[in-house]
C-alpha cells in the first residue's frame, strides 16, 4: 500500500540509489523534478540565442566550427532533458507552451546581451564553467534519467569551457584593444554567472527539501562558493581581473572572501526585466510558430504509418 511504496522511495533516496521512471514517488518529488529538468532543458535552448548571434560573424573557419559545434551541442542537451522530463509525465510541447508563455523559467544569465565576439569566450568560461560546477554533482541526483543525462552533458560543457578559456587566452597575447575587450567581457559577465548559482541558501525556497531528496547534493551557496575558488586563478593565469573590489583568499576559511551580488539585479531579470528577456522569449517564440509545419508533417507521417501496419 502507499506507506510500503513511501518507505521504498524513502530508502532508496537514503542508500543513494537511483529513483527509474517506473518507481513510486511522492507528487511533489515528480513536480519538482519536472520543474528541475525542464528549466534546465529551457536554459539550454535559450542558451543558443546569444552565442548563435556570433556565428555568422566569428572572425575566423576555425571559430565558427567551433561555436557552430557549441550551440548544436546546446540543443541537444536541451533534447536530453526534455526527453528526461517526459519520463515523469511531463509533455515537451506542454513545457515549451510554459517557456513561451513565461510561466517557466529558463536562466537569468541568458538575458544579457552578447556585445563583442569576447563574450563568446567569456560565456565558455565562466557560464560553461559555472554550469560545469553546478551540473557535476547532479550526476549523482537521485533521479536516474537526469543524472544520466548529466554525465553525457558535463563531458560537452568541459569541452564548452576550454575552448572559452583558449579564446580568451588567445586575444590576451593579442593587441591592447583585444585585451581591453576581454576585460570588458569578464565585467559584464561575472556577476550574472555568480547569479546561475540561485538565490542565497536563507532565501531559496527549494533547497531544503531538494537537498533532502538528493535532487541537488550541494547547496546554492556551497556551489557558487566552489566555483569563485576554481576560477579566480584561472583569472589570473588569463591576465584579467575579476570586478570585485572584496575578492580576497581568506585562509582561515580555505576559500575566496566576495562581495555581494546584486539580488535585486538578479530578482528583476527572472522577473522578466533583464536586458534581453524580451527578445529572446520573442525569438523562442517565432522559432516555434515557424517550426509547426515540421511537426504537422511529422504527426501526418507518423499517422499514415500507423494506418499503413
Ligand atoms: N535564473 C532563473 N531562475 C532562477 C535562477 C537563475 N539564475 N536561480 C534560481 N532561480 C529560480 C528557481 O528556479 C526557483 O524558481 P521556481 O521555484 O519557480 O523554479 C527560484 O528562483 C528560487 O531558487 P531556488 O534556489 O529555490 O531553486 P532551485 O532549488 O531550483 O535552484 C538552480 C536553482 C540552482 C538553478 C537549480 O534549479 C539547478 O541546479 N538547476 C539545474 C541547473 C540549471 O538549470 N542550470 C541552468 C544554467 S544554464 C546551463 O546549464 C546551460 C549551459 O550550457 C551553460
Not at 534581453?276 to 522569449?281: F, G, S, V
Amino acid at each position: 500500500d502507499e506507506q510500503d511504496l513511501e518507505r521504498h522511495f524513502e530508502h532508496t533516496i537514503e542508500k543513494d540509489q537511483r529513483i527509474e521512471p517506473r518507481d513510486w514517488v511522492p507528487e511533489g518529488y515528480r513536480k519538482t523534478m519536472i520543474r528541475q529538468i525542464a528549466q534546465h532543458a529551457h536554459s539550454e535552448i535559450i542558451g543558443m540565442q546569444p552565442e548563435g548571434n556570433w556565428i555568422t560573424r566569428a572572425p575566423s573557419l576555425r571559430r565558427k566550427a567551433i561555436l557552430l559545434a557549441k550551440v548544436q551541442d546546446e540543443a541537444g542537451h536541451g533534447l536530453y532533458l526534455y526527453s528526461a522530463a517526459e519520463t515523469l509525465g511531463a509533455d515537451r510541447g506542454d513545457l515549451t507552451e510554459k517557456l513561451i508563455s513565461g510561466r517557466q523559467k529558463y536562466s537569468s544569465i541568458f538575458n544579457y546581451p552578447t556585445l563583442t565576439f569576447a563574450d563568446v569566450g567569456a560565456i565558455g568560461w565562466l557560464v560553461d564553467g559555472a554550469a560545469i560546477c553546478n551540473q557535476v554533482p547532479l550526476c549523482r541526483s537521485s533521479y536516474g534519467p537526469y543524472a544520466r543525462a548529466m554525465i553525457r552533458i558535463c563531458k560537452e560543457e568541459s569541452f564548452h569551457q576550454r575552448q572559452g578559456y583558449e579564446l580568451l587566452m588567445t586575444m590576451m597575447k593579442g593587441t591592447q584593444a583585444q585585451r581591453d575587450m576581454v576585460q570588458d567581457a569578464v565585467n559584464r559577465f561575472w556577476w550574472p554567472s555568480l547569479m546561475m548559482f540561485g538565490p542565497p541558501d536563507a532565501e531559496s525556497a527549494n533547497t531544503a527539501q531538494s537537498m533532502a531528496w538528493k535532487i541537488k547534493r550541494h547547496t546554492n551557496d556551497e556551489l557558487r562558493q566552489r566555483f569563485v575558488d576554481m576560477t579566480v586563478p584561472q583569472a589570473e593565469a588569463l591576465g584579467v581581473t575579476l570586478p570585485d573590489p572584496d575578492l580576497k583568499w581568506n585562509p582561515d576559511r580555505g576559500h575566496y572572501d566576495f562581495g555581494q551580488v546584486d539580488w535585486d539585479e538578479m530578482k528583476q531579470v527572472v522577473a522578466g526585466n533583464g536586458p534581453c528577456n524580451t527578445e529572446r522569449l520573442a525569438r523562442r517564440r517565432q522559432a516555434h510558430e515557424d517550426g509547426a509545419w515540421v511537426r504537422e508533417a511529422a504527426a501526418a507521417h507518423a499517422r499514415k504509418m500507423a494506418e499503413a501496419k
